[in-house]
């Protein structure tokens, strides 16, 4: 087990484990706590816009992208249009596939999502990333949390984790604001392996082979698709 997958195991077992954990995000080194007192908002807010600029790149290209299409795109499509217009402008990026087991055997979850390697580093692309924190019954200030997260999210392996866990902490207190118990799949053991998995494929697509749909050059709807459609003002990281 490598170093990094050891820090995650970790991180996953505290959580899990520690009943008297506080449900307090992780706090940025920088902050003072003597003088502020973060809110999720806040420490969310501070770990997005820590941005590396190759992060910012490559959202503002598929910001492009997204603006340029004037079409609808298929859902079980859009991952696979992303890795496709990256490839075109010269990004190393795949199309990954993670599948995770339980302690059972039995297969627990599976999800699809974009990744791309510069000067081997990792920068993870999610087209969906807000819905999988959505929860049914949340609290208005989880409610309000949620809201600041971006549709796409782009972001190194670390950064990601951050999010994830600090959003993990903040349904667990949300859910018991309510009184209801926290399901499995709002764990970390559950969120995590979604990009984190040990079984992930990497699927290379190449644009030499592309046919127009594949490109997602698809003309203007006829307004019978049921495509994913989306809203430019809440892509970006702009309304942090």
């Known amino acids: 087990m490598s170093i990094a997958e050891e820090q995650l195991t970790q991180m996953v077992r505290d959580f899990i484990e520690s009943e008297s954990a506080s449900s307090e995000p992780v706090v940025p080194a920088h902050i003072d706590l003597n003088h502020h007192q973060p809110t999720y ?8 816009w820590r941005a590396m600029d190759i992060e910012v790149e490559i959202l503002e290209k598929i910001l492009m992208y997204v603006r340029n299409t004037g079409s609808l795109i298929e859902p079980k499509d859009v991952n696979k249009w992303v890795v496709l217009r990256l490839k075109i402008d010269g990004y190393e990026a795949s199309l990954c596939k993670t599948s995770w087991v339980s302690f059972l055997g039995q297969t627990k979850g ?40 971006p549709s796409i999210f782009v972001a190194s392996e670390e950064k990601l984790e951050n999010v994830v866990s600090l959003l993990c902490s903040a349904a667990k207190e949300s859910l ?44 203007k709807s006829d307004g019978k698709c049921t495509g994913t459609r989306y809203d430019l003002e809440e892509l970006s990281y702009g309304q942090l």
């Open 41 to 48: 908002i806040d420490t969310l807010q501070e770990i997005i």
């Open 110 to 149: 599976a999800y699809e999502f974009v990744d791309v390697m510069t000067s081997g580093k990792r920068v993870i692309i999610d087209m969906d990333f807000r819905s999988q924190f959505e929860l049914a019954r949340p609290s208005s200030s989880y409610k309000k949390l949620i809201e600041t997260l």
């Open 176 to 219: 018991k604001e309510s009184g209801l118990l926290i399901p499995p799949w709002r764990k970390p053991s559950y969120m995590l392996p979604k990009w984190f998995s040990e079984n992930c494929k990497k699927f290379s697509l190449s644009p030499n082979s592309l046919t127009t749909m594949e490109l997602g050059i698809m003309g």
